[in-house]
């Protein structure tokens, strides 16, 4: 089914109906007495709604990713519904307690006598605009947690993805109540219609570092507070302390998240940093895992295809311009049709290859044999700082928190890679190039509401009151 983008007259009347939405709810539970309690039976029944709703169109779901880029089935339920529907239970299951307004037991003197507590409020209108990678679990995750703080929603699904855009934009739409969320289809120019609207109170971007930057700017004209989950490329350090079976499980490790939905996953492992000692061991000891888990990659082998055309073409002439460097795919020499790249290693890299400038974001794995572990560190933060996640392997514990302790990142897993993100009750997000704000568990709930102090001050504390303000005559400061 072809996508048909959202018209730029009518993007301003989905955005506000998704206002009105907002405005007339808080009316509504402004003239009940039990407001708070209705406001909260409410998010959780759009959300069980919308839990059971993406539950029951899996089949659909995943089909569609299918379309839009051969994403593996299993890939599909695995790394992307699954952790979906743990954080959405996730969600539901704390949320009443999250909501509820917390005494503050405050210490100056001047507020003795008065009821002090936290407010977690709803935001308004928030826009979410996802990426193509995970097209699924990237939109309904933060919509999700739009939901659960109370605030009407815009989305703007990926235009890579159109197949999947479709699919839920359906769903959204016949589980959930009217006008809670709008659907956004489009491209760039939609994309910048909604950003120039400074209609949000919230924007919520997971993308690329580069179109991130375009939307914090236009944000920020506006003051329009944003959460950016950005990309860019993490690192592996295989350092010089692992015996030959500890190498192994790292570079299998290592080699899941490299590959997995091709490589097109934002906390992809991007390249590997290997300790001279151990780099002729890991180059041999690679091959014979790279087979082990494709015995016999094919045309008719399921494994993810690039998004777009262009990511395959831009990943063959990077590819292509490190000739020269040794090179092990599971098939040599085959050169995929139908934006297929199976996965690759490339042997003896240099921090000046075209591979290491960008995030490769394909199932593409460049090795780079180092000296000195300072010294890698030191291109790293060069190069590729603030990393959205950092993966260490290795057992000298003052080594790893020398890295880590250098190196800052968003996230940071030892011993393994990328299955941080499915962690529930522990925040994910960037630091500063890799994006900022987090989210998961609690802090979904934190990122889509604003922390309010309330305070109650009792009429008879006047003689507090007078004392502050004038006139100032003959009062003593006692100073
Ligand atoms: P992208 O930045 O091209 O697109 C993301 C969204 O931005 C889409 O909805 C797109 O329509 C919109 N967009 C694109 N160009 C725009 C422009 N010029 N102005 C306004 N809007 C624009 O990203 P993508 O290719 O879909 O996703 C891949 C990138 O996202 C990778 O860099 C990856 O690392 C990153 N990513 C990060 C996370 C995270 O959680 N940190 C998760 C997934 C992907």
């Not at 709604?49 to 089949?59: F, G, H, I, S, W």
């Not at 998004?307 to 000739?323: A, C, F, M, V």
């Not at 020269?324 to 042997?347: A, S």
């Amino acid at each position: 089914m072809a996508l048909k983008y959202t018209e730029i007259g009518e993007i301003k009347k989905k955005i506000n109906r998704a206002k009105q939405s907002f405005t007339k709810r808080q009316f509504e539970l402004a003239q009940l007495k039990n407001g708070q309690k209705e406001d909260l039976r409410f998010r959780i029944s759009q959300l069980n709604k919308l839990y059971y709703a993406l539950k029951d169109n899996e089949e659909e779901i995943v089909l569609a990713m299918q379309k839009d880029f051969n994403r593996t089935p299993f890939e599909s339920v695995c790394l992307e519904l699954v952790p979906l529907y743990g954080d959405l239970l996730k969600l539901i299951e704390i949320l009443p307690d999250l909501i509820k307004d917390e005494k503050i037991k405050e210490s100056s003197p001047i507020f003795g006598l008065s009821k002090v507590k936290l407010q977690r409020i709803a935001l308004g209108t928030v826009l979410v605009i996802s990426p193509s990678n995970f097209p699924v679990n990237l939109a309904m995750n933060p919509i999700a947690g739009a939901i659960a703080g109370g605030n009407t929603v815009v989305w703007k699904p990926s235009e890579l993805t159109p197949e999947t855009g479709i699919v839920l934009e359906r769903i959204l739409k016949n589980c959930l109540e009217p006008g809670l969320v709008e659907v956004v289809q489009g491209a760039v120019p939609e994309t910048s219609a909604l950003l120039k609207s400074d209609s949000f109170d919230k924007i919520f971007y997971t993308g690329s570092t580069t179109v991130g930057s375009i939307v914090a700017q236009e944000a920020a004209k506006s003051l329009t507070p944003c959460v950016l989950e950005l990309g860019g490329k993490s690192p592996v350090f295989i350092t010089e302390n692992l015996s030959q079976d500890k190498l192994r499980k790292a570079l299998r490790r290592t080699f899941f998240s490299s590959f997995a939905s091709a490589g097109q996953v934002c906390v992809a492992s991007d390249f590997v940093l290997v300790h001279e000692s151990q780099y002729d061991a890991a180059v041999k000891i690679s091959k014979e895992v790279l087979q082990e888990m494709w015995p016999d990659f094919n045309d008719k082998t399921d494994f993810t295809h690039m998004i777009t055309q262009r990511g395959y073409e831009k990943t063959r002439e990077t590819l292509d311009s490190t000739r020269g460097k040794k090179f092990d795919t599971c098939v040599p020499g085959y050169r995929g049709e139908d934006r297929v790249i199976p996965p690759t290693l490339v042997f003896d890299v240099e921090w000046n290859d075209p591979l290491m400038k960008n995030e490769n974001f394909a199932p593409v794995m460049p090795f780079v044999k180092y000296h000195n572990l300072d010294d890698a560190i030191d291109l790293v933060l060069k190069d590729h700082d603030y990393p959205l996640a950092l993966y260490i392997f290795s057992t000298d514990n003052q080594e790893i928190d020398h890295i880590m302790r250098r190196i800052r990142s968003g996230g940071c897993m030892i011993g393994d890679t990328m299955i941080h993100v499915s962690a529930k009750d522990a925040p994910f997000g960037g630091i500063r190039r890799s994006g900022y704000g987090n989210y998961h568990g609690k802090w979904t709930v934190h990122a889509f509401t604003h922390e309010r102090t309330v305070i109650y001050q009792p009429y008879f504390t006047e003689k507090i009151a007078k004392l502050l303000g004038p006139p100032f005559g003959n009062k003593k400061l006692g100073i």
